[in-house]
Nanobody
């Protein structure tokens, strides 16, 4: 059974940083593109960042560009989201996602996701 397990969420002040991790020990990791979605209260989930199965291509939503960095460690079967210069509007539940063969040539969509993590709360105080 494939499980994606996130960690690293928490409470941080505006301007602070957090690093989210998502471990996927049961996943054919090198065949899957990986992404991070977030959902704020009362809002639809949105993809924040995604990385191709090769690790050579990435996608960022506009608000994440220049502040967030997605990366992957295939040996550890783990994807990371480094978040800097955090803002209150970044407050959301962040979920890891896996999509077989995703190339990052376009945004990752919810309908394409094969596996989801349980989510981790990120709260940015003003």
């Amino acid at each position: 059974q494939v499980q994606l397990v996130e960690s690293g969420g928490g409470l941080v002040e505006t301007g602070g940083s957090l690093r989210l991790s998502c471990a996927a020990p049961g996943l054919a990791f090198t065949s899957n593109g990986m992404g991070w979605f977030r959902q704020a209260p009362g809002k639809e989930p949105e993809v924040v960042a995604a990385i191709s199965w090769t690790g050579t291509s990435t996608y960022y939503t506009g608000s994440a560009k220049g502040r967030f960095t997605i990366s992957r460690d295939n040996a550890k079967k783990t994807v990371y989201l480094e978040m800097n210069s955090l803002k209150p509007e970044d407050t959301a539940v962040y979920s890891c996602a896996a999509d077989w063969g995703y190339s990052a040539a376009r945004p990752l969509t919810k309908s394409e996701v094969d596996y989801w993590g349980q989510g981790t709360q990120v709260t940015v105080s003003s």
